[in-house]
């Protein structure tokens, strides 16, 4: 029952939103039910067992018996971490927004849950049509999100957005219909239960582009590579970060992306791996166009907004390298980046929009100095730079550490070009923290007639748990990967026979069964 | 021929026909009684939805079962107790609009009322007739009544072009579809389609005019179900005539129509002609692409619903086209089935938030007129998008589990390219079923709703909404229980 707990309760909370008044509870209540649903999420940790590869605390009933469609929730190693990222954000985004959202506030809030409840679904859903159902409603909030709080060109940006993202998913949808229809060919009875998924074995043909399962394997990819985004489709993201206000950034970069690269773990690699072996070449290279791409247009970017949007490019794509260099170096780094990138990415859109409540401008020209007038502001600021840049004791340097090493084992010329990245990542982060925080006053600076505050104590509360993270994740490591090590083992030297099983605690020696397999 | 005469068993199998027909009668009665003045229009309302209850509740219980009547002329079996319930549902909700809209509400309301009635009738004729004259029948009864709801509307223009358009090119249609019929009597000696069945894939082969009948007789079916490119009136007619009698028009004669289209195609004509297989897919992938492409660049709300509603047909149609080639069609027809209950549920609801606006017979709805709509009405926005939504196929509404298995059944039947080209159509839909949404939340404006009492209209809104969600989350349990009928 935790799982559905853990699923539903945001839905029950937007619900009780509903029928709040219109008050200054609101808030308040908002952030007590997020909090309430965080420390719910926190009691899957003390259930979690570590040692198995297996899925834990699976929760199964049939929905559509006709089509064999379940309701079926579970959890390991690849997915407790994104669960706990998604309910651990949300409380800080709604403390967040506390004064950047004026306008409908009770709608925002409402958004907020459902797309919580969205996302945590989609990061549980064992089975394909139930895995859709939430990818697909999680577009509805943020699609409001940012089309009702965002910034001037804020339709646009979202209905590029919804567009994009349903492009790739509806091939999708058809691919999983199919794959339905194979297991019942070959077991009989239809399916869309992901672990009869991993039991198929999808024909394979070299060389070809029409062959099965490179068929099946583009039409998943697809739909992740843009949601991830991978760098030619990547084009949505800059336009919906830039426009969504801050606590949409902040959702969408932390945790929307990694639905995206989440699903390429579970669906992706395990069902097709031979394709995803024969085509790993584009993905790696992509990675790492992806990587040098979005730093290079992140230098030159007057919007430090965008500048940190082309900068999620670029580590997007850091985790994709990481994965399709089918290592437990690179798989186990890609999925401990996918968690740093939503904690700094994420910070640092707070930040920026602490920094445009008070100026009203995201231009890095205008700003200039402030780290005389702001110095807790400057501090935090600095921290969640150096995360960015992977610098050592920070999170980031474990994942692109992880990654690069990763990388060099499957493909040294790609894995030197990735590198590159790390130097350009720390150009454009410093030259811009330079421009921001040191030289001569800037204009916003020099407007005497609204003076720029430091911080608040809500807003320091605000960073607090992620500068403390930071640190932790980048101290103790393994305080976070021994929970996944087991999982992600298994993914990397089962991936073409891959399989799981429901962990059943009380068998015998199921501690190691996962492991040993 | 045998000479049957018709017995005790085929009157109560109709029973539903003749009690439709019966309660049609009781508001025009009491009319010419008082002297032709009107009773109440809340009397007249509530005399025609006691008539569709009664019609409704004897197909439910003597309905479904299967059984033939009139000597196989009518049959009652699982397509027509569904697509009855639908057709009947839509009406009565329809029924329940006018009465509240401006251009069809007032002084000829009980004529009105008689005239649903019967095209309702001629609906239940449509989907249980089992032989082509019989199909013809029910087709004129349905639409001849529909002209003249059409034109009698107080509005002054545009209804009247509708009316004439729709009836000079429904007549060619019919006209179409009973030259159809004449060929397929001159080939296999009978009208009848369960007589037609059995020897169709002979002759096939071996009468090329019979195939011609076939075809003329499709053609005549594309028409009423505004399939591609025979789809040119439905903007005009829609758009033309009273919001409330559109919404009945998109719902239920597309229901009914194909219904019927699909016991056609059940005869096992398209499994055995590779051509009309090749030349029924076009139709379907170019009815998708008008209709959501045009739908694109339509401000006027209601011209948006009718080229949505071309589109959807298309979809419809690949659900038909699978269970033609299909071995085991209940399947394809239960998605057929289901996606048409959740497309008229849908229907219906954006319709009547069209009605909703309109303040006098003249007003035009457009897009950009619901500029601030979420701020005023905060529920009934709610209520639009989700109709709005759930046209787009969007998860869990009923609108995307409708899509799913018709595209389920399409896959089971190997056609991959058809629902390639239906999921890119969703994608381009998807544009235009969003920017009523844009406009509601994101734009800043004084939309307002009519005046006048629309406690009607309004509850019609709430109720379909919820039940898009519920029938949605619902729908493998609604899947079994219709497939099982079939």
């Known amino acids: ?517 | 021929m045998k000479l049957v005469f018709p017995g005790i068993a085929d009157l109560i199998h109709i029973s539903p026909l003749i009690a439709l027909f019966l309660c049609s009668l009781i508001p025009i009665t009491i009319k010419i009684f008082r002297g032709n003045k009107e009773q109440p229009a809340v009397a007249t309302l509530i005399q025609g939805l006691i008539g569709i209850a009664i019609s409704l509740a004897l197909l439910l219980v003597f309905g479904g079962t299967g059984q033939t009547a009139f000597a196989d002329n009518l049959i009652f079996d699982g397509l027509t107790y569904w697509s009855g319930f639908i057709a009947l549902s839509a009406a009565a909700l329809s029924l329940f609009l006018m009465y509240e809209n401006p251009s069809t509400t007032g002084d000829q309301f009980s004529e009105l009322t008689f005239l649903t009635l019967n095209s309702a009738l001629g609906m239940l004729i449509l989907t249980s007739a089992t032989d082509l004259l019989i199909i013809f029948i029910g087709l004129e009864l349905m639409s001849l009544s529909l002209y003249l709801m059409i034109g009698m509307s107080h509005e002054e223009k545009l209804s009247k072009e509708a009316a004439f358009k729709y009836f000079i090119l429904g007549s060619f249609a019919s006209a179409i579809f009973l030259y159809g019929t004449a060929f397929i009597f001159g080939t296999a000696k009978t009208t009848n389609i369960l007589a037609i069945m059995e020897q169709s894939p002979d002759l096939m082969e071996t009468h090329k005019l019979y195939l011609f009948g076939i075809v003329l007789i499709m053609l005549g079916y594309c028409f009423k179900v505004s399939l591609a490119p025979f789809h040119a009136w439905t903007p005009d007619v829609y758009q033309g005539a009273p919001t409330p009698i559109s919404a009945y028009m998109a719902t239920a004669i597309k229901c009914v129509s194909f219904t019927s289209f699909l016991r056609v195609v059940l005869t096992g004509s398209v499994i055995s002609s590779v051509h009309l297989f090749d030349i029924l897919q076009w139709i379907a992938v170019i009815t998708m692409l008008v209709g959501n492409t045009a739908a694109i660049i339509q401000g006027n709300l209601k011209r948006m619903l009718a080229y949505s509603s071309i589109a959807h047909s298309g979809y419809i149609l690949i659900g038909v086209i699978a269970a033609g080639v299909s071995q085991e069609p209940s399947f394809a027809s239960t998605g057929v089935l289901y996606y048409l209950l959740s497309y008229s549920l849908m229907t219906l609801g954006a319709f009547a938030m069209v009605a909703l606006m309109e303040r006098s017979e003249n007003e035009i709805v457009n897009i950009d007129d619901l500029a601030g709509f979420s701020k005023r009405h905060p529920i009934l926005a709610l209520c639009f998008t989700i109709f709005l939504l759930s046209l787009a196929g969007i998860p869990p509404t009923v609108g995307f589990f409708g899509k799913f298995y018709v595209f389920s059944s399409a896959i089971a039947e190997g056609l991959i390219w058809l629902t390639v080209w239906g999921v890119i159509n969703s994608v381009i839909s998807v544009y235009y079923y969003l920017r009523p949404i844009v406009v509601m939340y994101m734009k800043d404006g004084d939309s307002v709703v009519a005046t006048h009492s629309l406690h009607a209209t309004k509850g019609t809104i709430v109720a379909t909404a919820i039940l898009i969600i519920i029938l949605g989350l619902t729908s493998g349990a609604l899947f079994e229980l219709v497939q099982n009928t079939l």
């Open chain 1, 1 to 517: 029952m935790l799982l559905t707990t853990v699923v539903f309760l945001p839905l029950l909370c937007a619900l009780i939103l509903v029928f709040w008044p219109q008050s200054k509870t609101l808030r308040f209540a908002a952030l007590g039910f997020s909090i309430v649903e965080f420390i719910v999420s926190l009691t899957i940790l003390t259930n979690f067992d570590k040692g198995t590869a297996q899925l834990q605390m699976v929760e199964k009933h049939l929905w559509i018996e006709r089509f064999g469609i379940s309701y079926h929730l579970g959890i390991d190693g690849i997915s407790l971490w994104l669960v706990l990222l998604t309910t651990f954000l949300t409380p800080i985004v709604i403390l967040g927004a506390w004064n950047g959202i004026q306008d409908r506030v009770k709608g925002f809030h409402i958004s907020i849950f459902f797309l919580q409840f969205a996302m945590i679904g989609t990061f549980l859903a064992l089975d394909a049509i139930f895995f859709y159902v939430f990818w697909e409603l999680s577009l509805i909030p943020m699609y409001f999100m940012i089309g009702i709080w965002g910034g001037a060109r804020r339709i646009y940006a979202t209905i590029k957005f919804f567009i994009f993202t349903m492009s790739g998913s509806v091939l999708m949808l058809l691919a999983m219909i199919y794959m339905m229809f194979l297991v019942q060919e070959s077991t009989g009875t239809m399916s869309a239960n992901i672990l009869d998924f991993y039991k198929l074995n999808v024909p394979f043909v070299a060389g070809t582009f029409f062959s099965l399962q490179t068929l099946l394997f583009f039409a998943f990819a697809l739909a992740f590579a843009i949601k991830v985004p991978i760098f030619p489709l990547h084009t949505w993201l800059p336009d919906a970060h830039v426009e969504a206000p801050t606590p949409g950034s902040v959702i969408l970069a932390g945790v929307m992306l990694k639905m995206g690269t989440y699903s390429f773990l579970r669906w992706v690699l395990p069902l097709f791996p031979e394709a995803s072996e024969y085509w790993a070449w584009l993905f790696l290279l992509l990675g790492v166009v992806g990587i040098i791409y979005g730093a290079l247009v992140a230098m030159v970017q007057p919007d430090v907004k965008k500048l940190v949007a082309y900068s999620s490019v670029s580590h997007m794509g850091y985790i994709m390298l990481g994965m399709f260099s089918f290592n437990i170096f690179g798989v186990s780094g890609s999925l401990f980046q996918m968690l740093n990138h939503g904690i700094s990415t994420g910070a640092l859109f707070l930040l920026i929009g602490m920094i445009y409540e008070r100026t009203h401008t995201r231009e890095i020209v205008k700003y200039g100095g402030l780290a005389g007038r702001l110095p807790l502001f400057t501090i935090f600021f600095f921290i969640m730079t150096l995360s960015s840049i992977a610098v050592p004791l920070t999170n980031g340097f474990i994942g692109e550490f992880l990654i690069l090493l990763g990388a060099y084992k499957a493909n040294p010329v790609l894995a030197g070009f990735a590198v590159s990245g790390v130097v350009f990542g720390a150009v454009y982060m410093l030259w811009m923290f330079k421009k921001v925080f040191f030289g001569p006053e800037g204009e916003v600076l020099k407007d005497v007639h609204h003076p720029v505050k430091d911080l608040s104590k809500r807003e320091i509360a605000v960073l607090v748990p992620l500068v403390i993270l930071v640190f932790w994740m980048g101290i103790f490591p393994n305080h976070f990967m021994d929970y996944s090590k087991s999982s992600l083992d298994y993914l990397v030297k089962n991936m073409k026979q891959y399989e799981l099983t429901v962990h059943d605690p009380k068998a015998p020696g199921a501690l190691q069964a996962g492991v040993q397999r």
